[in-house]
């Protein structure tokens, strides 16, 4: 095994740990701060332009 192929195994290991590690901490300390209901969907009353006036009269 040459030296190009050892670097590249060692990074991809590395970043094996690295992320196996936040993972871990990830789910042992849960959600940090306000948590958003994720059990319903957004309510849509308009799924529009906001507001936006798409007719194309300039109003002059």
Avoid: C, R, W
Wanted: no cysteine; net charge negative; proline share 7%.
């Amino acid at each position: 095994m040459n030296g190009t192929a050892a670097k590249v195994g060692g990074y991809l290991v590395g970043l094996v740990v690295v992320f196996a590690a936040a993972l871990g901490i990830g789910s042992s300390v849960g959600p940090v701060g306000p948590a958003a209901d994720q059990t319903e969907s957004p309510a849509q009353d308009d799924p529009g332009h906001d507001g936006m006036d798409m007719s194309g009269d300039t109003g002059s």
